[in-house]
């Protein structure tokens, strides 16, 4: 089992920044896979930004060069850094986060609300 806990989360202004972070219950060595994925309301969940074991990253096309995903070896978090925001990204938040087990298996945080005013 994995438990994740989103923090970080809140009300800004087009143009401000905010940093989430996922605080992960066991090693972050452990996850083959950690990402951020949002829901906004009537819409589909989507992946915002991933990466691997390996350092490898991947963004999606509407956040590229304003996001940054990052992962804390030593504090085992995984962390969105969120400049230029925009009312569009106003959404919830999940962590996931992929462990290898019998099978592989996802784990997702709770989510945390994100909200950008115009």
């Known amino acids: 089992q994995v438990q994740l806990v989103e923090s970080g989360g809140g009300l800004v202004q087009a143009g401000e920044s905010l940093r989430l972070s996922c605080a992960a219950s066991?090693?972050?060595?452990?996850?083959?896979?950690m990402g951020w994925y949002r829901q906004a309301p009537g819409e589909q969940r989507e992946l915002v930004a991933g990466i691997t074991k390996y350092g490898t990253t991947n963004y999606a096309d509407s956040v590229k060069g304003r996001f940054l995903i990052s992962k804390d070896n030593a504090e085992n978090t995984i962390d969105l850094q969120m400049n230029s925001l925009k009312p569009e990204d106003t959404a919830v938040y999940y962590c996931?986060?992929?462990?290898?087990?019998?099978?592989?298996?996802?784990?997702w945080g709770q989510g945390i609300q994100v909200t950008v005013s115009s």
């Open positions: 996931k986060v992929s462990r290898q087990e019998i099978r592989l298996t996802d784990y």
């Open positions: 066991r090693s972050v060595f452990s996850f083959n896979f």
